[in-house]
């Protein structure tokens, strides 16, 4: 009797999912996506090397004039700015929600980490979880968090939101209610007004900024870290 590969195959337990561990904060999981190539969790790998960034900036040689540190820390729409401001870190954390960036903050608070300026950009994941009361309540704690680590916080406002109709009124909701930060002492940029009308700026898939788009907001960030009003 010829009984096949498949069919013994068939007849077997399922094999046990592999597991993944991180040796730093112990996380556990099923899904390797959750983990670097360095076997740690993605939020562990993302903490090192923004911890290494910082070191940069601690261990150069300190002067008169040298600047403090200016750090921007915010969701995948920062992943291509690059900045010429002195002294400043761009912490890109890709799905990042108001509460994500949150837990990083207090992480590098642990380590007494204070800034000059801390400028947030977040908002568009929150949104697309359509509950808008709870993203206005995320942003409001994130900024007031901000604010014990810094001498000043900016809040990046976002860009037009081109997917669908009911996500560009939901994020055009969110663009009007952030006049809530001039007026409880947190700068704004107002980055709707630059991307307006300018399809060319945004990826076709309607979230993501072109690379003439990063370089856009990457001078309305500049601007705002000098001193200037984008």
């Not at 993605?42 to 008169?64: H, T, V």
């Not at 709870?134 to 994130?142: A, C, G």
Request: hydrophobic fraction near 35%.
């Amino acid at each position: 009797m010829y009984i096949s590969l498949e069919t013994v195959d068939s007849c077997l337990p399922p094999s046990p999912p592999v597991s993944f561990k991180c040796p730093v904060c112990q996380m556990f999981s099923y899904s390797p996506a959750s983990f670097s190539d360095k076997d740690t969790c993605n939020k562990c790998s993302l903490f090192a090397a923004l911890e290494a960034r910082l070191g940069e900036f601690e261990q150069s040689p300190a002067g008169p004039e040298q600047p403090a540190l200016t750090l921007v820390i915010g969701s995948s729409i920062l992943r291509n700015v690059k900045l010429v401001a002195p002294a400043t870190a761009v912490v890109c954390v890709p799905g990042a929600k108001a509460g994500n960036v949150e837990c990083y903050l207090k992480l590098l608070a642990k380590d007494n980490h204070k800034y000059r300026k801390i400028i947030l950009h977040v908002g568009g994941n929150d949104t697309r979880l359509r509950k808008s009361e709870i993203t206005k309540m995320n942003v409001k704690s994130l900024c007031a968090y901000a604010k014990t680590m810094s001498d000043s916080v900016v809040f990046s406002g976002p860009l037009p939101n081109l997917i669908s109709d009911d996500m560009y009124s939901r994020m055009s909701s969110f663009h009007r209610w952030l006049s809530w930060c001039p007026a409880n002492d947190v700068g704004y940029i107002d980055n709707w007004r630059g991307f307006w009308g300018k399809p060319g700026l945004i990826r076709r898939v309607g979230i993501h900024p072109t690379l003439d788009g990063a370089a856009l907001i990457s001078k309305n960030l500049t601007e705002s870290i000098i001193g200037h009003k984008p």
